[in-house]
């Protein structure tokens, strides 16, 4: 049972020493998307050409998500993030939002990533509830995960 | 553009009043899963058996997320939560995230138990990083709100 | 001594007893500015015209900091906000900051709409700091404050 | 466009990458005044003789404001501060709070000098609202930034 | 199993439903001791005499733990404190921390109470860190705890 | 009165510099004890037999303190924490809360280890406080405190 992060042979959880890898540059690419109906879709982008605040709100959300992620989620190391970029896109049958973290630690992004993605994918929920009554946030993944050594 | 909640005429973003509304009971529940890797569901059930934390740690997750909820979406109105209940299933693919989220307030906690939900899902993809390289998020979605007026 | 507000006549800080004051409809309205370099306030109306995000990243951050008041003044209530509206304009010397905050609660929300203000200025600051050296906050003050009686 | 801190050439907001920078010493210094009635600087100046708490709490409002500052601040880093000083003067007119702030990291510490002078007013502020109904925050700037290598 | 708070009778942590009970007047107070060398004692002391800041910036600390207790105990409802008063107060073997906390609620108040005295102290220890190496803290205890109906 | 970890000759309080120290690893042991009734240890217990929350709760929330420790003690700098561990295990008079904290840093982590310690219990507290009127958390101190030179 110790395979998993955070939990120890017993099964009991703690967070793990990560205390002696070295520090690296660490990114993290994430994303996820919220189903939306034809209506809401064209509200956005109606929104979106009139300089509206809609995607841009869920952006900014899912940057201080990112910021909170290990307030959030209990085992989660705190990071100093070096840069977080969340972009919304609208597409066919919704919005698709997609992260990317960065920092320079002994531990990854990936959460912080995830996070970050989840919660732009919520405010625009947030955002959408009083026009759609059938939202729904799907295939919240990690893209991509690097590690490279600091120079 | 103005039926977007949280959104006036020119399509900028404001917290919307809701100090004329009357307080009533509010309740929400909502539902999400990750989709997990027959190995990583075994090793769950294993840890589940051995009175291991992994679920617990998820759920006491997202109901802290639920009090939170205001803090993480940016047009959230804070709000006094009486209730919140957050119960993690093993299912054949994954793992299930229900919750119930109940407050006396002018306005509803859909977001709150979508919170919950989406945060206990992430929690259970940091415990299971280490052994399963290909989860996802899938169907964060509203079940039932209901209001019901004071006694 | 005894005339300031949270303070007793020892000259010591304590959070006053709001308990006994009567639920009411509580606003206030604050303002402030932030004076730029002619070159600062050109390009950010260009990123304006552009629907760029300028203002409205800053909008969002004083709409987050009236719901965090009492987290960041030692003795502010925690307050229920119903309504916190924060509107950036761009004026011949720089930009000015404009709050509107209500709640139904037993103490008044200036604290709130000067925070609002406050970081809202604070984070045009944060964004326009690589292109001038000169910038000022000037003139946080409340604007109106007023109480109804519940309906 | 691109020239804004954040801001990227389509004027979308983002947190800039600080990861290729090499850690250094920063130090950023600000100030800003309250502009208060002769007679609540009376109080204060008594209060302060009477070993009063109100110049202390506001100090201690700065102090950990400093800290909150990438949480505040939608695209601010966040940093690990090695000290934080506040330092609340009654002068002629009202209060200057004078922040000094430090950090070995990738990116300044202005934006937490700044916000730290700021909550440490507005906490004044909130003291003294009961006896002054014409206070003002007046001239919030950077006094002095500077960058030094590690040794 | 039931009997617990939060704990239903599978033994599963949930934060009660609290919902039904009608507003009252909540009030709790709590206190709690840290146990100093005399040398320390007779530093806070001589400190106090100087108008030095030790016991106010415990007492913030207090006042500010008392507003976050429902953010570091998972099952804790949010409430929205009407007054925090923490005083500190030096004995001959240490300090004593007293907190009295009310709200107008449907639950009561005493793991504000006590979070306020247990947070109060460990700023002592904090403080007194560098010149007392056998610092302990005891007796948190609630000394009192009412409820009253609204009028 | 300059021996006080964070008080200046002043008796005025700051935030330390400590910028100049190398970073090293730093680890730090705490413990505190919750006393309880016979029939609150033997429902703890029956509880913890069935694979109940009661101590996995408590051993989550202190683990979160840890990280929030910044937060809450307000001249205590936010540090990157490695690893966080905390256990609690049930004796014949109550329940005690073992922790141990490191971090790579350059001031050390009693205080978050201490912090630890302290909210663990306090969640115990929450727990049983509607079937134990008698609690008294008692005892919390530092066990151990290194730092090692980093390779």
Same mark, same amino acid.
Request: glycine content about 6%.
């Given at each position: 049972m110790?395979?998993?992060?955070h939990i120890?042979?017993?099964?009991?959880?703690?967070?793990v020493?990560?205390?002696h890898? /070295? /520090?690296?540059?660490?990114?993290?690419?994430?994303?996820g998307?919220?189903l939306l109906?034809?209506?809401t879709?064209r509200?956005?982008?109606?929104?979106d050409?009139?300089k509206?605040?809609?995607?841009t709100? !869920?952006?900014i959300a +899912?940057?201080?998500?990112?910021?909170?992620?290990?307030?959030?989620? /209990?085992?989660?190391?705190?990071?100093q993030?070096?840069k !977080? %970029?969340?972009?919304?896109t609208?597409?066919?049958?919704?919005?698709?939002?997609?992260t990317?973290?960065?920092?320079?630690g002994? &531990? +990854?992004?990936?959460?912080?990533?995830?996070?970050a993605?989840s919660?732009?994918?919520?405010t625009?929920?947030?955002m959408?509830k009083?026009v759609?009554?059938?939202?729904?946030? %799907?295939g919240?993944t990690?893209?991509d995960k690097?590690? &490279?050594?600091?120079?």
């Amino acid at each position: 049972m110790g395979k998993f992060s955070h939990i120890d042979k017993e099964g009991k959880a703690n967070m793990v020493d990560v205390g002696h890898k /070295p /520090p690296q540059v660490r990114e993290a690419k994430a994303s996820g998307k919220i189903l939306l109906e034809q209506e809401t879709i064209r509200l956005i982008k109606e929104n979106d050409l009139k300089k509206g605040d809609v995607l841009t709100v !869920a952006e900014i959300a +899912g940057i201080q998500a990112a910021k909170k992620t290990s307030d959030l989620i /209990p085992l989660c190391h705190s990071l100093q993030i070096t840069k !977080a %970029e969340v972009k919304c896109t609208v597409v066919d049958d919704g919005v698709i939002a997609s992260t990317r973290v960065k920092c320079i630690g002994q &531990t +990854g992004v990936e959460m912080e990533a995830l996070t970050a993605a989840s919660v732009a994918l919520l405010t625009i929920y947030d955002m959408c509830k009083a026009v759609d009554k059938n939202m729904k946030i %799907e295939g919240i993944t990690l893209l991509d995960k690097t590690k &490279t050594d600091l120079k």
